[in-house]
């Protein structure tokens, strides 16, 4: 668990990785009581933003991410987590999985339940540059351009936030589901 008193973890973002699942035949329950929890959750202080993959055959990885390691923990010790939790464990088989992480690993969703390790760092910055670098030379020559007649700190913002924002909902989660294999290589028994 992470130390909420450890200055970096107290104040940046903070990712919880739920794996869970479901019982056989209650798929649609569970996605019922997902989109019910999605809601809570998004309700919370603090609440970034909820991502889910679905694995076949029954299996679900949740990401929730939260401003600060305090609104996680907060979220965590709410009545309403604890009521969607006793929902939960009726609905799925076996203990959850669950990992608060607070680096760059948090765009690395991990595609199955086997594996809850990150890939290696140097996979990591060779898919994350591999992204980048292109989408920095389109923006430049898009956005950038449009931009042009802006003082170049503020035409320098803007285009890292579309950066970011690019690569946080479409660039990574696309780039991460393309290279699982690599990235997650099937581990032997």
Known sequence: MLDPSHEHAATHGVTMVVTRTARPGREADYEAWLTRAIAAVRAFPGHLGVDVVRTPPRTYVVLFRYATVDQL?????SPERAALLVEADALTEGAPIM?????????????????????????????????AFPTLQ?????????????????????????LVL????????????????????????
Request: positive net charge; proline residues 10%; aromatic residues 10%.
């Open 73 to 77: 923990l907060a979220w965590e010790a």
């Open 138 to 162: 389109i923006l430049n020559a898009t956005v950038g351009t449009t931009l042009a007649p802006l003082p170049a700190l503020l035409r320098g913002a803007i285009v890292g936030l579309s």
């Open 99 to 131: 990992r608060k992480v607070t680096g760059m690993e948090t765009w690395f969703a991990v595609p199955n339940a086997r594996s809850m390790t990150p890939p290696p760092r140097w996979k990591m910055v060779a898919v994350t540059w591999s992204v």
């Open 166 to 189: 690019f690569m946080t909902y479409v660039g990574m989660p696309l780039a991460t589901r393309t290279l699982a294999n690599w990235l997650f290589p099937p581990q032997s028994s």
